[in-house]
Each structure stands twice: as structure tokens, then as C-alpha cells.
Nanobody, 124 residues
Framework: QVQLVESGGGLVQAGGSLRLSCVAS????????MGWFRQAPGKEREFVAT????????YYADSVKGRFTISRDNAKNTVALQMSSLKTEDTAVYYC?????????????????WGQGTQVTVSS
């Protein structure tokens, strides 16, 4: 298990940008595949992006491809989500998560550790 803490959420106008960060505890962070998920009010939690342990492989949901970028810094135990060209439909609580699965996974149940979430609100 690993403890995850997200930050960086807030209120932004449509078309703007935000950068979310997630800090992990423990010395095994570099062995985890990391993911970002989001949950809008009244909707199920959905996959946003994932990055392999080395950072060499990334995968995005179609809805954010070309607008969001996931990255990681294993020396600092952090994973980030740079969000640009934000839309009102990006409004949600964003969660980072960790999995032992090698390679990219978009399945919620593959992830064993979750942060508490950070709210992103995009206004029109």
C-alpha cells in the first residue's frame, strides 16, 4: 500500500489550465503504475490517464487526449496531471491511484491505493 495526497484543484474558466499533483509516501513509488481518475456529480468514477513506472508509457481517455498530460518524477514520489483547454465537462473530483500492474490500466479495480481527491471546477 501507498498513501497518496492530491493537490492543485480549484476553479478555472473554460479554456484555462490547471496542474494537479499527487505525492506518494513510501519507498516503492517507482514500482507502481500510476493513474488519474475523476468523478463528476451523479456519475461513476472514470479513467483519465495512466503512466508506467518509468514514465515511458502513457495512455489517455479519448475525452482528454491532446489536452491533458500525465507525468511523474520518481525522485520526488510525485505524479502530475497538466490540464489545458479545460471544458465545463471536465468538472469533477480528481483522484490519483496506484497499481502493481505492469503496463497501463484503465480499470478502477486494478488500482489498490487511492488519494482523497481534489475538486476541479470549470466555469463557462
Amino acid at each position: 500500500q501507498v498513501q497518496l495526497v492530491e493537490s492543485g484543484g480549484g476553479l478555472v474558466q473554460a479554456g484555462g489550465s490547471l496542474r494537479l499533483s499527487c505525492v506518494a509516501s513510501g519507498r516503492t513509488f517507482s514500482s507502481f503504475t500510476m493513474g488519474w481518475f475523476r468523478q463528476a456529480p451523479g456519475k461513476e468514477r472514470e479513467f483519465v490517464a495512466t503512466i508506467s513506472w518509468s514514465g515511458g508509457s502513457t495512455y489517455y481517455a479519448d475525452s482528454v487526449k491532446g489536452r491533458f498530460t500525465i507525468s511523474r518524477d520518481n525522485a520526488k514520489n510525485t505524479v502530475a496531471l497538466q490540464m489545458s483547454s479545460l471544458k465545463t465537462e471536465d468538472t469533477a473530483v480528481y483522484y490519483c491511484a496506484a497499481t502493481n500492474i505492469v503496463g497501463n490500466s484503465r480499470r478502477l479495480y486494478d488500482y489498490h491505493s487511492w488519494g482523497q481527491g481534489t475538486q476541479v471546477t470549470v466555469s463557462s
